[in-house]
């Protein structure tokens, strides 16, 4: 989740070229507010710009904070008080933001992909080799399988059998990197064969290490995965902290929905016929089944199937209501009854949540938390609508699974309202 080094590149680059646009202080307010932008709606990661969904309107709230906040900037400063000048200004701050990044994935999609030989076996290794996704996003090619199991099944790249002339392999295929993926401890044999790969300039890595930040790799989890975040929900402290936020904002949407109800009421009963809310059950922590409260937006109801991006189903109003997320107001309800959190993995209906995990050996681990009205995957993948879009979303819950946290919610709370604003990722 950190931007750190995206953002140490935006003082860096965008810090030179303040100084070169102006000596005011609007500059340093359009770099300002490109940088925080650029974090709130997901941009601060390059690869983000690669992804069609939402790019640009997550470009256009980004501009519109560097110019709000070289405005604000101008304040401080008479001499900047030009409105042409002090738009300009930030916005030229804004496009060496971006631009840097832009460039980068430029670059990183004419290079050749990654090839690395892939070592190992059982569901962890068979998996990786179907759905190579998520790791250096998506940039790297398994030109080889080293099998340390017996399979019958067949496989889509060349089969070598044992670690010996491991080494020779790779100079023959042309890379240098070896990737170890495993649902079982190495034997000293085998470990003792990898670690001399080093001697041939072969790099031995594995799955966490071309994972792209802030997302875990749903084929792979480390053995004492499980154990170390059930220790980590477990701490009473940590719990209570994150309880406690909840009931405090929870109290607030529920005293906003109570505001605006008649409003809500009137205007979706014009719309179309039916009751105000709408609810269905969800599966919630622990796999335990709870229904769901929603204000309605389609004119029928849904029932196990995906919902597309332009269903006819969505009445007018609903789609303004789904774009906004006024239609999540009532589950503040859920949250102050238990049974959601405000931040966490979006609960799924009982149907597709059987489905996912009979295709997703991990999908189970996202229930280890309560779900929630938003999340770490909402803000930077949005709805899914297909099973492949659930597994990458999944790399994503079971990211915020792992350092879930007052901390972490924090800042997806921040980076969700601005995505609301921007209307990125509804349906």
Same mark, same amino acid.
């Given at each position: ?10 003082? =860096? ?10 000596? @005011? ?54 001499? *900047? ?30 290079? /050749?992909?990654? /090839? ?29 399988? %080293?099998?340390? *199991? ?6 889509? %790249? ?13 100079? $023959? ?54 154990? *170390?975040?059930?220790?980590? +929900? ?58 769901? !409260?929603? &204000? ?20 007018? &109003? ?7 997320? +006024? *239609?999540?107001?009532? $589950?503040?309800?859920? %949250? ?5 959190? %405000? ?13 996912? $995990? ?5 999908? @189970? !681990? ?12 909402? +803000?930077?993948?949005? !709805? ?13 819950? =079971? ?5 879930? @946290? ?17 209307? &990125?990722?509804?349906?």
């Amino acid at each position: 989740m950190s931007p750190w080094p995206a953002v140490a590149l935006d003082l =860096l680059v965008g810090g030179a070229t303040a100084v070169a646009v102006g000596t @005011g202080a609007v500059p340093w307010g359009g770099l300002v507010g490109s940088t925080v932008g650029l974090y709130l709606t997901g941009l601060s990661r390059p690869s983000a710009l690669a992804q069609r969904s939402g790019r640009r309107r997550r470009l256009v709230a980004t501009g519109i904070a560097a110019v709000f906040s070289g405005f604000w900037a101008a304040e401080t400063d008479p001499s *900047d008080s030009a409105h042409t000048a002090v738009a300009v200004q930030a916005l030229a701050l804004f496009a060496v933001c971006v631009g840097w990044r832009a460039i980068y994935m430029l670059q990183r999609s004419r290079h /050749p992909r990654l /090839p690395l030989v892939l070592v190992g076996g059982g569901t962890r290794a068979h998996d990786l080799l179907d759905r190579p996704r998520g790791l250096v996003d998506g940039r790297v090619e398994i030109v080889a399988f %080293v099998p340390l *199991d017996e399979s019958a099944r067949s496989f889509p %790249v060349p089969i070598h059998r044992g670690l010996k002339g491991l080494a020779a392999l790779c100079r $023959q295929l042309g890379t240098r990197t070896v990737l170890v993926e495993l649902d079982r401890n190495l034997d000293p044999t085998e470990a003792a064969a990898l670690a001399g790969l080093a001697e041939h300039g072969v790099r031995v890595t594995t799955t966490s290490e071309l994972s792209e930040a802030g997302v875990l790799a749903t084929h792979s989890l480390p053995h004492r995965w499980t154990v *170390d975040v059930v220790g980590r +929900i477990s701490r009473p402290g940590a719990a209570a902290a994150k309880r406690a936020l909840d009931l405090a904002i929870a109290s607030v949407g529920l005293a906003c929905l109570a505001a605006m109800l008649p409003l809500l009421w009137l205007v979706t009963r014009l719309d179309s016929p039916g009751p105000l809310f709408f609810t269905q059950p969800r599966v919630g922590r622990a796999g335990r089944t709870f229904r769901i !409260y929603k &204000i309605r937006t389609m004119s029928s109801a849904p029932g196990g199937a995906w919902t597309a991006a332009a269903d006819p189903r969505i009445t007018r &109003i609903g789609r303004l209501l789904r774009r906004t997320r +006024i *239609d999540e107001l009532p $589950q503040f309800y859920n %949250v102050l009854r238990g049974e959601m959190s %405000v931040v966490g993995p979006r609960p799924e209906q009982p149907a597709l949540a059987s489905e996912l $995990q009979a295709r997703i050996p991990t999908y @189970g !681990y996202r229930h280890l938390v309560r779900p929630g009205i938003t999340g770490w995957a909402q +803000i930077n993948c949005g !709805y899914a609508g297909s099973v492949d879009e659930s597994i990458d979303k999944l790399s994503y819950d =079971l990211f915020y699974v792992e350092h879930h @946290g007052v901390l972490i919610d924090l800042g997806i709370l921040l980076r969700t309202g601005f995505v609301m604003l921007a209307g &990125i990722g509804a349906r």
